[in-house]
């Protein structure tokens, strides 16, 4: 099975940028399609983006969308979220998810993901 660790949280002001980068090891990474989520605090595990195995399909949530990129290094073993024009309500702990299948539009349901990882928390201050 393959491990993921996320790391690039921290505390950043709005309008802000953040890079959060997932690392896997254990198995390839190719072998997985990724998303990204999010939970704050008192709130359900919210869908961000995803992206298939070869990296060439990208798929986003509303709140998200035109300011946050999903990406993709397979060499590297990693996949990017990079977050822009931050906002305080963006302030989560931030997972990356991993699976082996995935079919049309289960990427935004977390029950559609096998591997998970251990979350990084970002906090955006007004």
């Known amino acids: 099975q393959v491990q993921l660790v996320e790391s690039g949280g921290g505390l950043v002001q709005a309008g802000g940028s953040l890079r959060l980068a997932c690392a896997a090891s254990g198995r390839a990474l190719s072998m997985y399609f990724m998303g990204w989520f999010r939970r704050a605090p008192g709130k359900e595990r919210d869908f961000l983006a995803a992206?298939?195995?070869?990296?060439?399909?990208?798929y986003y949530a509303d709140s998200v969308k035109g300011r946050f990129t999903i990406s993709r290094d397979n060499a590297k073993n990693t996949v990017y979220l990079q977050m822009n024009s931050l906002r305080p309500e963006d302030t989560a702990v931030y997972y990356c998810?991993?699976?082996?299948?995935?079919?049309?539009?289960?990427?935004?349901?977390?029950?559609?993901?096998?591997?998970w990882g251990q979350g990084t928390q970002v906090t955006v201050s007004s």
């Open positions: 998810a991993a699976a082996r299948l995935m079919v049309s539009n289960a990427w935004v349901h977390a029950r559609s993901y096998d591997y």
């Open positions: 992206i298939n195995w070869s990296g060439d399909r990208t």
